[in-house]
Every structure is written in C-alpha cells, then in structure tokens.
C-alpha cells in the first residue's frame, strides 16, 4: 500500500514539474522570438536617418485626394523632395519610403511586402495602446524602409 501512494506521488511531482518547465519554455521562446523580430524596428541610426528624409520632404506636395499612401523611392523622390534626393537615399541604403495619408489600419491593408506588413502591426499596437484603443490612429507618418546585410530594416516617425 505505501509503495503505490510513493509511486503515484512521484508521477504527480513529476507531472507539475513537466508542466512548469513546459510554461517557461513556451514563455521563453515567445520573448526571444519577439526580440529578433524588433531587431529590425527603429533602430536609432534608423531614426536619425529617416529624421533627415523628413525634413527634406515637401509637405504641400502630401497633398492628393483620394490617395491613402504615398510609395517613394530613387526614381519618383523628385517629386516629392529636392532634385538631388536620388543620391540621399542611395547614400542612406533606403529601399522604399510610404508616408501615410489616412489612418494607419487603413493603410496597413496595402498591397505591402510583409515585413512591412509585420511592422506596421507593431505601430498599431504601440500607438494604439499610447493612445487609447477607441482613438484612430490618423497621423500622417514617414515609414522608411531601409535595405542593408540582406535585410530590410524600419524605422518611422511623425510628420
């Protein structure tokens, strides 16, 4: 009688055991995945970098009806900053640049690669906790995608 209550004792431990270190592994790799992912998110130099793009933006030339988004990149930035754009963007590895004309979610429906797709999941989330959930999210923003060591790379701010 005592050897089976020993026994089923042991599988009891054990089981919660199992189950706690089942929990931290799951936890665990769900915190380290979110961290490669954000690797790639508004690092500083990005910021920096897409800072010196915004101020060389011409604001009145946003202004288009009936557009939800603006797609820049060396061949038409010309018509949306000054001639020598071409060689900025070059110089600072951008790939592609969206400014944003309506609420992000209606942005983010575009026809997008998906890490930008990803990314603009992760401005949704982040402004739309900072600015309460009922509130649209209508600040017309910069999204720079930059293209550097085989990845691309974002960063976005305000405008």
């Known amino acids: 009688m005592k050897k089976g209550f020993v026994?089923?004792?042991?599988?009891?431990?054990?089981?919660?055991?199992?189950?706690v270190l089942l929990s931290v592994f799951l936890s665990y790799q769900n915190i380290t995945s979110n961290i490669d992912k954000r690797e790639y998110y508004d690092n500083i130099s990005?910021?920096?970098?897409?800072?010196?793009?915004?101020?060389?933006?011409?604001?009145?030339?946003l202004d288009k009806p009936g557009v939800s988004y603006i797609s820049m990149d060396t061949s038409n930035c010309a018509e949306?900053?000054?001639?020598?754009?071409?060689?900025l963007l070059e110089d600072l590895d951008v790939d592609k640049?969206?400014?944003?004309?309506?609420?992000i979610g209606?942005?983010?429906?575009?026809?997008f690669p998906?890490?930008?797709?990803?990314?603009?999941?992760?401005?949704?989330?982040?402004?739309?906790n900072a600015m309460g959930?009922?509130?649209?999210?209508?600040k017309r923003m910069i999204i720079v995608n930059y293209k550097y060591r085989d990845h691309n790379?974002?960063?976005?701010?305000?405008?």
């Open 133 to 138: 959930r009922d509130e649209e999210l209508f």
């Open 7 to 19: 026994f089923i004792e042991t599988i009891t431990v054990l089981m919660v055991l199992v189950t």
């Open 114 to 128: 998906n890490t930008l797709k990803d990314y603009l999941k992760t401005i949704e989330t982040s402004r739309g």
């Open 46 to 61: 990005d910021i920096y970098k897409t800072n010196i793009i915004r101020k060389r933006i011409n604001l009145e030339s």
């Open 97 to 103: 640049i969206y400014i944003n004309l309506e609420k």
């Open 153 to 159: 790379y974002y960063a976005s701010l305000d405008i």
């Open 80 to 87: 949306y900053m000054d001639s020598n754009c071409a060689s």
């Open 106 to 111: 209606n942005v983010s429906g575009g026809n």
